[in-house]
Nanobody, 120 residues
Framework: QVQLVESGGGLVQAGGSLRLSCAASGSIFSINAMGWYRQAPGKQRDLVAGITSGGSTNYADSVKGRFTISRDNAKNTVYLQMNSLKPEDEAVYYC??????????????WGQGTQVTVSS
């Protein structure tokens, strides 16, 4: 019913940059908060950055000052600009959207994940 498609992951050297995108489509009435999470092998999935429908943002302490989350409501898309990447940032990154469906029910949807690899 709702699909979140991620793109932009890949291999980058430490100190480099990547921009992740996540586009939502389907039976969407509105999207409330959106966020990016990451999961490294053997670790839990943690919030990296979140953004409300009004544009308020929050970040994990580990990425403050380096990552920027933004959204384009007309495109139902959320972005994560990642600068000054560190090896510790290497993980699978997942986007999440808090979606109100056209039926007016509300639920979370997850993207498929995109690998970010940072070489040292």
């Amino acid at each position: 019913q709702v699909q979140l498609v991620e793109s932009g992951g890949g291999l980058v050297q430490a100190g480099g940059s990547l921009r992740l995108s996540c586009a939502a489509s389907g039976s969407i009435f509105s999207i409330n908060a959106m966020g990016w999470y990451r999961q490294a092998p053997g670790k839990q999935r943690d919030l990296v950055a979140g953004i409300t429908s009004g544009g308020s943002t929050n970040y994990a302490d580990s990425v403050k000052g380096r990552f920027t989350i933004s959204r384009d409501n007309a495109k139902n898309t959320v972005y994560l600009q990642m600068n000054s990447l560190k090896p510790e940032d290497e993980a699978v990154y997942y986007c999440k959207a808090d979606v109100t469906l056209t039926s007016r029910s509300r639920t979370d949807y997850w993207g498929q994940g995109t690998q970010v690899t940072v070489s040292s």
